[in-house]
Nanobody, 124 residues
Framework: EVQLQASGGGLVQAGGSLRLSCAAS????????IAWFRQAPGKEREGVAGISYSDGTMYYADSVKGRFTIPSDNAENMVFLQMNSLNSEDTGVYYC?????????????????WGQGTLVTVSS
């Protein structure tokens, strides 16, 4: 069974850091794009970062550039999202998603495997 499992969320003070993990089972990342999305309370889900294992390209939303990174030392079938300098606008449920042979930054409807989400709460 193809699955993604996101974890690592929690409560953090503004200015702090968190590292989210996304573990895959039932498939390998080759030819896939793995992306992180988030949904803040009362808002639509938005893409924040992604990496294509087909060509190595990466994507970061303007709102997180310079603060969030997908580390290069990802373990096999696991992707991390390092989040630094967190602020209250980063609060939300974070999801990882996988789509086969799609471009980074693709809209969410292009992704066909989703994790269950992990809650990040940033206190001011």
């Amino acid at each position: 069974e193809v699955q993604l499992q996101a974890s690592g969320g929690g409560l953090v003070q503004a200015g702090g850091s968190l590292r989210l993990s996304c573990a895959a089972s039932g498939f390998t990342f080759a030819d896939y794009t793995i992306a992180w999305f988030r949904q803040a309370p009362g808002k639509e889900r938005e893409g924040v970062a992604g990496i294509s294992y087909s060509d190595g390209t990466m994507y970061y939303a303007d709102s997180v550039k310079g603060r969030f990174t997908i580390p290069s030392d990802n373990a096999e079938n696991m992707v991390f999202l390092q989040m630094n300098s967190l602020n209250s606008e980063d609060t939300g449920v974070y999801y990882c998603a996988a789509g086969e042979q799609i471009l980074v930054g693709a809209p969410e409807e292009m992704y066909d495997v989703w994790g269950q989400g992990t809650l990040v709460t940033v206190s001011s």
